[in-house]
């Protein structure tokens, strides 16, 4: 099971690299310098570009991870011991970490308006209360659903935080969408 959680993971991976951490790192200076010339429109257009140019390129890797998991991990990983069956399961995993990838990719892109007003602890604060949900809906719905419970877990989690994220920006009047 840890090959195939392993193996799903390195798909969804790449996306969140190219695109959640690349454009979040490009944004952080950006949005460091709107805040300190409190120039909330430069602040607004950033966050609001990030996010289109992060969703326009995330959401067609999602769709492809959803769409055709078994056919990905079969077509780049069944040899020698991984075998077919492996790969269906590892597909299973990815297919839950499809409809996550949104939601990972979105983490990167809306940490960075923490960091910019010198607000570290929030987006701690929603890292832990993640953690937190993962384990316990990771547990459990491994003994409902099985092994892909882990993945279904580690997404629900992941957009929990979105969510977050999302209302204490707006919230505190930081960010709009």
Known sequence: ???????????????????????????????????????????????????????????????????????????????????FADAASSGALLFHYGWGLPAFVLVKILQPAFFARHDTRTPMRFSLISVGVNVVLGVALFYTLGFQGIAVATSVATWITVVQMAVTLARQDAYRP
Do not use: C
Request: glycine share 6%; aromatic share 10%; hydrophobic share 55%.
């Open 1 to 83: 099971m840890r090959v195939w959680l392993n193996v799903a993971e390195r798909f969804y991976q790449l996306p969140l690299s190219l695109v959640g951490v690349a454009i979040g790192v490009a944004l952080l200076p950006r949005l460091s310098t709107a805040f300190q010339l409190k120039d909330h429109e430069d602040t607004q257009g950033a966050m609001d570009q990030a996010i289109v140019f992060a969703l326009a390129l995330s959401l067609p890797a999602a769709a492809a991870l959803m769409a055709m998991p078994v056919y990905l991990t079969d077509g780049l990983f069944a040899r020698g011991e991984f075998t």
